[in-house]
């Protein structure tokens, strides 16, 4: 992958207004980054409507998540960088703040993991090939402690076995991709999954 910081910077907007458009981009939620050239990454700014991104509303920060430019990253800067510092593959990370992620997690107050099986849709994850296949995706308590949830994330990702996402308790998930395009990919997937298993759910009378 060879972006150049502008080409990021368009590559991070056109992604906000596709997610937008599928209704995962409420209010100013989520946040978006890709990792540029030169090892540093470019990062949607604090507070901002993902769908109406404009080239201020990405700026650039070191691979330890310290500011380059005169501007507030995303609070959650922090779950952005482990996954480029354990990942070197990886070179976009979507975080979400989806309605079957928030629902389903509130809905499984004991669950540390969702775990997606026999599902057509696992296909759109990277090296699954049948739907003969079980994918466990990572479910961690939320916190407003972002370092100490960072570590909690990169030691359990770090154990394995290995998860194109992860998702956080009542509030979204995470996924990421060799580039732009497979993190895209992977976050509309597991939508369309978490939401098969929440209408699974609720027709099993709300019994996990």
């Known amino acids: 992958m060879s972006l150049s910081a502008a ?3 368009q590559t991070i907007i056109a992604a906000g207004r596709r997610l937008d ?4 981009a409420a209010a100013t939620s989520g946040n978006y980054s890709l990792r540029l050239p030169s090892g540093r990454l470019a990062i949607t700014v604090s507070g901002r409507h993902k769908g109406r991104l404009g080239p201020a509303d990405v700026m650039v920060v ?3 998540g310290v500011p380059l430019e ?3 990253p995303s609070a959650e800067t922090a779950l952005h960088t482990l996954l480029y510092r354990l990942y070197p593959q990886v070179n976009a990370v979507l975080h979400v703040h989806s309605v ?3 629902t389903l997690t509130r ?3 004991t669950a540390r993991e969702i775990v997606l099986e026999g599902y057509e849709m696992l296909k759109a994850f990277p090296g699954i090939a049948t739907h003969r296949s079980a994918v466990s995706i990572p479910l961690f308590e939320n916190s407003q402690d972002i ?3 960072a570590a ?4 359990r990702l770090e154990a394995g076995p290995a998860a194109p996402a992860y998702l956080i308790r009542g509030h979204g998930a995470y996924g990421w991709g060799r580039d732009m395009e497979e993190a895209e990919r992977i976050i509309e997937a597991l939508e369309h999954l978490l939401l098969c298993e929440l209408e699974a759910l609720r027709l099993a009378g709300g019994r996990a």
């Not at 909690?152 to 030691?155: P, Q, T």
């Open 7 to 9: 080409d990021a910077v």
């Open 21 to 24: 458009a599928r209704g995962l």
């Open 62 to 64: 070191d691979i330890d």
């Open 70 to 72: 005169g501007q507030r």
């Open 100 to 102: 079957a992620a928030v």
């Open 107 to 109: 809905s499984l107050p």
């Open 147 to 149: 370092p100490a949830l």
């Open 152 to 155: 909690a994330v990169a030691r």
